[in-house]
């Protein structure tokens, strides 16, 4: 039953929630919860359970504000299993950043941090943070801490066949107790209970059927539509390296990766007919299941995931405007790391990608750590250590290249918690690759790269088609400003899209 000590509170209009739950619109998925104050539950926009009468539902922006209303999630549509969703944070960075760092575990774990200490880390005291987050979310950052772990928890119930000790250990609980403690407070059941109601046995693994030296973890990530996964998989295709990665015919993407210190195998592939992706987690070694939370969210942002298109393209009307075609749904392609970014755009400087790519499987072959799973060799993306120590005698291009790589590596090496803007203090890095790295790197959503060669043809081109040349550089960066300002803060998109529709190569970079 819906408290009376907590409101219900919705940024989206009602009539619009209405409809959008109504017509099981996975548009609006995770951007809104509904609470039905006669079953006590809270569903999501897709939920298939026949629609509740509109006087008997209540809307909120967020799970957590359900859960404080009193409320309990639907074992229906599973809203642990629902998109994320940013609109409802706002603007406020310190926010934002607190809660990314509770996130990717600041709280949680055998080294968990206080509150006081992530303030700290913040920057502001601990009671002003407790404001921030009680104004926001109506729930301390402990108590929002906390139901992280417990929503990620339940989806590794629905989802996997793990067992509830290491479900307990991926979540970030100390023990088994405190984790059927939390499930039992918040959900009125204990996990085994929950366990029960559901059926693991749908959840298809044809890899075992073959002996195994490691066994995957098997997870569904679910997104917004509209996605065009078919662009995106031609994006990693054309950019491949062997070894690391596999971009196969059944539009399966598969790779290394390295993420914070934890290294494994990660397969990605979208439903047939839902909008979510099937994944596949190989972890190299099994105490990193504790990691498991922090890479999941590594792979939402590596492939956008998150992402709202249908603000997004609103944005991108200056370039309908010109006349191009917008490609619905293309997304940012993540890489594996910021660093990788990094080296892919001093790869891939004044040379074709195909060059590129040959010049980065060379790199990857000579400096990458190999390791085997299941029988296959793996490379990982060479470190910053490999890559500052490296001779690179084996990649045919500029030395001033090659100094700028060993460079790089070496900043990064003695400076690990570095940004790429920090990087420019770096001979040979400039603002093109710092940008690259921000965009493919950090999925940062607003890089609009002006002074890409390709960029510059295709807008120099639509404005030709316009009958509006551009005569001059000054003129060309006039316009390229006052596109970028009416696409804020979706730049990064605006990128891709005149870069699929290059004439030349519709990959290019």
């Not at 209540?58 to 074992?75: E, K, S, V, W």
């Not at 107790?177 to 929950?194: G, H, S």
């Not at 059926?199 to 693994?205: E, F, I, T, Y």
């Not at 917008?326 to 660093?339: A, E, K, M, Q, S």
Request: glycine residues 6%.
């Amino acid at each position: 039953m819906l408290s009376e000590q907590v409101e219900p509170h919705c940024s989206i209009a009602p009539q619009v929630c209405q409809q959008a739950r109504l017509s099981r619109d996975a548009r609006f998925d995770g951007h809104f919860f509904t609470g039905v104050l006669t079953t006590g539950i809270y569903c999501r926009s897709i939920c298939p359970a026949p629609a509740p009468h509109e006087k008997n539902v209540r809307y909120f922006n967020t799970a957590i504000q359900a859960a404080n209303a009193g409320l309990r999630p639907c074992l229906r549509c599973r809203p642990d299993s629902a998109p994320h969703s940013n609109a409802w944070r706002g603007t406020d960075t310190t926010l934002n950043r607190a809660i990314t760092m509770i996130e990717q575990g600041f709280l949680r774990g055998d080294n968990a941090g206080s509150v006081a200490q992530l303030a700290d880390k913040l920057g502001i005291s601990s009671r002003y943070l407790g404001q921030l987050f009680n104004k926001s979310l109506g729930t301390s950052p402990k108590r929002f801490a906390l139901y992280q772990q417990l929503m990620f928890a339940k989806q590794l119930l629905h989802q996997t066949t793990l067992s509830m000790t290491d479900i307990a250990m991926a979540a970030g609980f100390n023990s088994i107790r405190r984790f059927n403690e939390v499930f039992k407070q918040q959900l009125l059941l204990t996990p085994t209970d929950l366990r029960q109601q559901h059926d693991c046995s749908h959840v298809s693994d044809d890899l075992t059927t073959t002996p195994l030296t490691l066994k995957p973890i098997t997870l569904t990530l679910a997104y917004r539509p509209p996605l065009n996964w078919a662009l995106m998989h031609q994006f990693y295709g054309v950019r491949q390296v062997t070894n690391m990665e596999e971009v196969n015919d059944d539009g399966s993407y598969c790779r290394s990766f390295c993420f914070s210190g934890i290294s494994g195998v990660f397969s990605i592939k979208p439903h047939s007919h839902k909008p979510q992706f099937e994944v596949k987690i190989y972890l190299l070694n099994p105490d990193d299941i504790k990691q498991l939370h922090s890479i999941v969210l590594k792979l939402r942002a590596m492939f956008d995931l998150d992402a709202d298109m249908q603000v997004i393209e609103q944005a991108l009307t200056p370039l309908i405007a010109l006349g191009a075609k917008v490609d619905v749904g293309l997304r940012i392609p993540g890489t594996g790391n910021v660093f990788e970014a990094a080296c892919r755009a001093i790869l891939g400087q004044q040379v074709s990608v195909l060059q590129a790519t040959k010049l980065l499987n060379t790199l990857v072959q000579h400096y990458g750590e190999a390791f085997n799973v299941n029988g296959k060799t793996w490379r990982l993306f060479p470190t910053p250590s490999a890559i500052a120590q490296a001779s690179l005698n084996e990649l045919k291009m500029p030395g001033a290249r090659k100094l700028a790589l060993n460079a790089l590596g070496q900043y990064v090496d003695h400076y690990p918690e570095s940004t790429p803007q920090d990087w420019l203090a770096v001979k040979g890095i400039g603002p093109w690759t710092v940008a690259y790295a921000q965009m493919r790197g950090l999925s940062e959503p607003n890089v609009f790269l002006t002074t890409d060669l390709v960029i510059k043809n295709r807008l120099c081109a639509l404005h030709q088609l316009a009958a509006k040349p551009i005569e001059s550089t000054k003129i060309y960066t006039q316009i390229a400003q006052q596109i970028s300002q009416l696409a804020s803060p979706w730049g990064s998109y605006l990128t891709f899209q005149l870069w699929a529709q290059d004439p030349l190569n519709p990959t290019k970079e």
